[in-house]
């Protein structure tokens, strides 16, 4: 998708080397960082190549990890993911293949003597260049030609908009992440945004709130705002009564119409 300036050229190159950067941890700038500036040693990885990292983590929490070979272009391409630190005394148990793992965007937190929390794991990602099936002759279209609204919006590379026929809330089956739960569960929701559009993201669960944290009183929220990339917000919450409840961005025009939402499925 093109930036939202004249000065972008036709031809840009891509570059053919990758690398992690994990900003949340504690990591040696000179050997951890991912990057290649200054007189630092270069610690991105090129083709047929492998480099190692070493970081450290201080407290729980979910962090972005993102590729700072070619920032430019590299997001564009789905190369952003998320790297979640729990308490050492939680074991993860995977509900859908009903053992002891972890397991991907989700996982049911077990820790002696509290109640089990279920987790969900969620990277927004905008400016995304998706393709249908994978066939780069089939690229999604775009609603929106204005450069800051292209792109593909997504969770989790997961988006309404690449179904063939347009899907709703209602679908049995939804294309977007569904966490399943049953009334009164815990709940820990890590959103982690890896945005590359300009405009800014917000983000709620119908029927719930959570405390706010960042006050003293803790009032109670159901809607978060000023998410941009690097954004990361752990929310917790009580499931509600039966029934589905959508989570989803507050941008309503060219992101939530391309399908970013997804459900809790309460039963």
Same mark, same amino acid.
């Given at each position: 998708?093109?930036?939202?300036?004249?000065?972008?050229?036709?031809?840009?190159?891509?570059?053919?080397?990758?690398?992690?950067?994990?900003?949340?941890?504690?990591? !040696?700038?000179?050997?951890? $960082?991912?990057?290649?500036?200054?007189?630092?040693? $270069?610690?991105?990885?090129?083709?047929?190549?492998?480099?190692?990292?070493?970081?450290?983590? !201080?407290?729980?929490?979910?962090? +972005?990890?993102? /590729?700072?070979? !070619?920032?430019?272009?590299?997001?564009?391409?789905? +190369?952003?993911?998320?790297?979640?630190?729990?308490?050492?005394?939680?074991?993860?148990?995977?509900?859908?293949?009903?053992?002891?793992?972890?397991?991907?965007?989700?996982?049911? %937190?077990?820790?002696?003597?509290?109640?089990?929390?279920?987790?969900?794991?969620?990277? %927004?990602?905008?400016?995304?260049?998706?393709?249908?099936?994978?066939?780069?002759?089939?690229?999604?279209?775009?609603?929106?030609?204005?450069?800051? !609204?292209?792109?593909?919006?997504? *969770?989790?590379?997961?988006?309404?908009?690449?179904?063939?026929?347009?899907?709703?809330?209602? /679908?049995?089956?939804?294309?977007?992440?569904?966490?399943?739960?049953?009334?009164? /569960? %815990?709940?820990?929701?890590?959103?982690?945004?890896?945005?590359?559009?300009?405009?800014?993201?917000? *983000?709620?669960?119908?029927?719930?709130?959570?405390?706010?944290?960042?006050?003293?009183?803790?009032?109670?929220?159901?809607?978060?705002?000023? +998410?941009?990339?690097?954004?990361?917000?752990?929310?917790?919450?009580?499931?509600?009564?039966?029934?589905?409840?959508?989570?989803?961005?507050?941008?309503?025009?060219?992101?939530?119409?391309?399908? +970013?939402?997804?459900?809790?499925?309460?039963?």
């Amino acid at each position: 998708p093109r930036l939202p300036t004249e000065d972008e050229p036709a031809d840009r190159v891509v570059s053919e080397r990758v690398s992690l950067q994990a900003g949340g941890l504690r990591y !040696d700038v000179r050997d951890a $960082d991912g990057s290649a500036v200054g007189h630092n040693p $270069d610690t991105t990885a090129k083709p047929g190549h492998s480099v190692t990292y070493r970081w450290y983590a !201080d407290a729980p929490g979910a962090v +972005l990890l993102s /590729d700072r070979a !070619d920032v430019r272009t590299h997001r564009h391409r789905g +190369l952003v993911g998320v790297l979640v630190v729990e308490p050492p005394d939680v074991t993860p148990y995977d509900p859908a293949g009903e053992e002891i793992r972890w397991a991907g965007e989700q996982a049911v %937190l077990q820790r002696p003597g509290r109640a089990p929390e279920r987790e969900l794991v969620l990277l %927004l990602t905008d400016g995304l260049r998706l393709y249908h099936d994978g066939d780069l002759t089939q690229p999604v279209r775009d609603l929106e030609d204005d450069p800051q !609204d292209s792109g593909q919006k997504a *969770f989790n590379h997961r988006s309404a908009h690449l179904m063939p026929a347009r899907p709703s809330l209602a /679908d049995p089956h939804p294309p977007t992440p569904t966490l399943a739960c049953a009334p009164g /569960d %815990l709940l820990r929701v890590h959103l982690v945004v890896a945005a590359d559009r300009p405009r800014n993201h917000s *983000f709620t669960i119908h029927g719930h709130d959570w405390p706010m944290a960042e006050h003293r009183q803790e009032p109670r929220v159901g809607a978060i705002g000023a +998410l941009s990339t690097g954004s990361v917000r752990s929310l917790r919450l009580t499931a509600g009564a039966p029934g589905d409840y959508a989570y989803r961005t507050g941008a309503l025009r060219w992101a939530l119409a391309e399908g +970013l939402w997804g459900l809790i499925r309460v039963r």
